[in-house]
């Protein structure tokens, strides 16, 4: 039933994007072929990619391109007359940029190009099934305390959820300046990123192939596993992170003898549900840290003898602190003032809202913004892709300099980033270090803009050939040293996706990433296959 649901739907999506496509031409002022070339390469490539022969890399490399080129810069034009978020608009007129489209096109042919010659050349290779005398010491402890374990792990995930929203160890746009030992801060950081869902991951193959079959109170405690940890963690990515678990979970179904089609379909409204949650939880928490940031540095600069113009200008980007909505909707609004002047990334949107609807007296409201808005502009603009393409097309100082400077960058927990200095963002952010707090997000290029810093298309498509050469190999490397364990494959090719468009700040500690992937594959091997025997 599922998967005739999937079939239908992944019609239907195909026709609606085509659709959208033709009827945004008259949005676009520049050549309509190279337009539709444009969003007709990208929705091919999205066609093939995520197909029952792709890659778990493919589907997720190529969903995250889809929608930072093709979903976001096609509805940008239809909604905000072309004004692409993040991309600073004022250096390009974002609604005739022919040549950018056309590189665009490159992209999106080059990714259906690199997937076709990966399943051309693919070999299929047996998994030799080992003789199973023994089973290993941690399959066996599971098997005999299934129960008893689950509860363990849930409890010790919703503890370590709550140390971190406490102490804020790891949190998206604040920094915190904790007395911990380093070695406790890594760990956690590990734990929530890596290690709890390597260990559901460890579970679930457990069950499947020793049980066979999927539990579906394993599944929720593995689901609600990734609820706190994102939740905690200040990140909205609570559905991203769930896809790369539930699509295993069904492909792992339809090889049983029981049919869990209900149950799944139950399963992903629960996980509907959760997102929602998740987000109102995350924006109600992040809306009053920043009111204690704005109370901090208040207090901060009082005590200053003399305040100098960079006080000013934080106090006043705090004041103001607002998320940028396109001037079409902005018109007979009081924040029009503010708007040529202040930007502000995605999730600082809800600081606006609430502000803007709690205080009547305000003078920053937006009575124009309906919700519906409100959704259209968080689900448009999040995404990474054509706004930072803009931006690195339209410089005169692209070349292999630009790459190489940009190679060496060092992390900073205030200052802002290579990439938003280099191009032109610094306006628009707002960084602010009160000593007890550090606010700050960063605004990422992405892999493939950070590749064109180099100016040469050649470069840029020959890198994603090889990017897709090499994580196709791993996850091939994966599913023989994990006993074709689907969940695992599938999570960390997502992370590896999720990680390589939110590259570009401080490349070259992309280390410490390789390091915790490595330590989740190490911890998988370590639960699946280590014996332990007591010589008689």
């Not at 070339?37 to 890399?57: H, Q, R, V």
């Not at 969903?63 to 976001?72: D, H, Q, T």
């Not at 200053?304 to 705090?318: G, M, W």
């Not at 996706?497 to 190490?522: E, M, N």
Request: net charge positive; with cysteine; hydrophobic share 50%.
């Amino acid at each position: 039933m599922i998967l005739n649901i999937y079939k239908i739907f992944r019609i239907l999506f195909f026709v609606l994007f085509v659709g959208i496509s033709f009827y945004s031409i008259k949005f676009y002022e520049g050549s309509i072929l190279i337009y539709l070339s444009y969003c007709l390469s990208f929705i091919a490539m999205l066609f093939y990619l995520t197909d029952k022969e792709a890659s778990y890399f493919e589907i997720f490399f190529s969903v995250y391109l889809f929608l930072g080129f093709w979903f976001k810069y096609v509805f940008s034009l239809m909604l905000y007359e072309g004004r692409v978020y993040d991309s600073n608009v004022a250096q390009i007129k974002s609604t005739n940029i022919d040549d950018i489209l056309i590189l665009g096109t490159a992209i999106a042919l080059t990714c259906l190009f690199s997937s076709f010659i990966s399943k051309k050349f693919k070999k299929e290779h047996l998994i030799l099934n080992r003789i199973k005398s023994e089973n290993p010491l941690f399959v066996d402890l599971y098997l005999h305390n299934r129960i008893k374990v689950l509860l363990a792990f849930i409890t010790f995930v919703i503890f370590v959820a709550l140390f971190n929203l406490k102490l804020g160890i790891h949190q998206r746009g604040f920094l915190y300046n904790n007395e911990l030992p380093s070695v406790i801060i890594n760990l956690i950081k590990w734990l929530m990123l890596f290690g709890f869902t390597t260990f559901s991951c460890f579970i679930l193959h457990v069950e499947i192939n020793n049980l066979k079959k999927i539990n579906i109170f394993t599944a929720l405690i593995i689901f609600f596993e990734v609820f706190f940890s994102y939740t905690s963690m200040l990140s909205r990515s609570f559905i991203i992170n769930s896809s790369s678990l539930i699509l295993p979970i069904y492909q792992q179904s339809t090889k049983l003898i029981k049919k869990y089609d209900l149950k799944l379909i139950v399963l992903f409204i629960i996980i509907l549900f959760l997102t929602i949650t998740s987000i109102f939880a995350v924006n109600n928490i992040r809306i009053e840290k920043v009111k204690i940031v704005i109370q901090e540095y208040k207090e901060l600069t009082e005590k200053k003898l003399n305040k100098s113009n960079n006080d000013t200008i934080i106090e006043k980007k705090l004041d103001n602190y607002n998320f940028q909505i396109p001037e079409n909707k902005l018109e007979n609004s009081d924040l029009n003032s503010k708007k040529n002047t202040e930007s502000f990334t995605e999730e600082e949107f809800a600081v606006e809202l609430e502000k803007s609807f709690k205080n009547k007296n305000s003078e920053a409201k937006i009575d124009d913004t309906s919700p519906k808005d409100v959704l259209n502009f968080i689900l448009i603009n999040r995404w990474i892709g054509i706004d930072s393409l803009i931006l690195v097309s339209s410089s005169n100082n692209k070349g292999f300099d630009l790459f190489f400077r940009a190679l060496k960058e060092v992390k900073d927990n205030v200052d802002y980033t290579f990439y938003e200095k280099e191009f032109g963002l610094v306006d628009v952010k707002t960084n602010v270090d009160t000593g007890k707090t550090v606010m700050k997000g960063n605004t990422l290029p992405g892999i493939i803009s950070f590749l064109y810093y180099t100016g040469s298309p050649i470069f840029l498509l020959l890198s994603i050939m090889l990017i897709f050469f090499l994580f196709n190999s791993f996850e091939f490397f994966l599913k023989h040293l994990t006993d074709n364990n689907l969940v695992f494959m599938c999570f960390i090719s997502n992370m590896i996706a999720t990680r390589l468009f939110h590259f570009g700040y401080a490349p070259k500690d992309s280390y410490l990433f390789l390091t915790s992937i490595l330590l989740a594959v190490f911890f998988l091997v370590l639960l699946t296959r280590f014996k332990f025997r007591i010589s008689r």
